[in-house]
Nanobody, 115 residues
């Protein structure tokens, strides 16, 4: 059974930091891309950052220079270090894993940034 376990969300003041973690288990195929998406109230889910198997990252323009994505292939884990958080970063953050043949989503973790 595939499981994606996310942690690290919470409430933080603007300018603060949070670190999200996602660990996958039970995926029997090669993991290609690992990433984070977010969904703010009333908005569509959007890509925040993703990292390819070779280590190349992509970031949404809105988080460049503030967020850093990393992965640990041995642990099937992906991390998102979020610094200089803004109220507009508020939303539910979802871990996303693209493996051979299939894509997986975590259950989501709430990030709330107060002004």
């Amino acid at each position: 059974q595939v499981q994606l376990v996310e942690s690290g969300g919470g409430l933080v003041q603007a300018g603060g930091s949070l670190r999200l973690s996602c660990t996958a288990s039970g995926i029997g195929f090669r993991i290609n891309v690992m990433g984070w998406y977010r969904q703010a109230p009333g908005k569509q889910r959007e890509l925040v950052a993703r990292i390819f198997s070779g280590g190349t990252p992509n970031y949404a323009d809105s988080v460049k220079g503030r967020f850093t994505i990393s992965r640990d292939n041995a642990k099937n884990a992906v991390y998102l270090q979020m610094n200089s958080l803004k109220p507009e970063d508020t939303g539910i953050y979802y871990c996303n894993i693209v493996a051979t043949f299939r894509e997986y989503w975590g259950q989501g973790t709430q990030v709330t940034v107060s002004s």
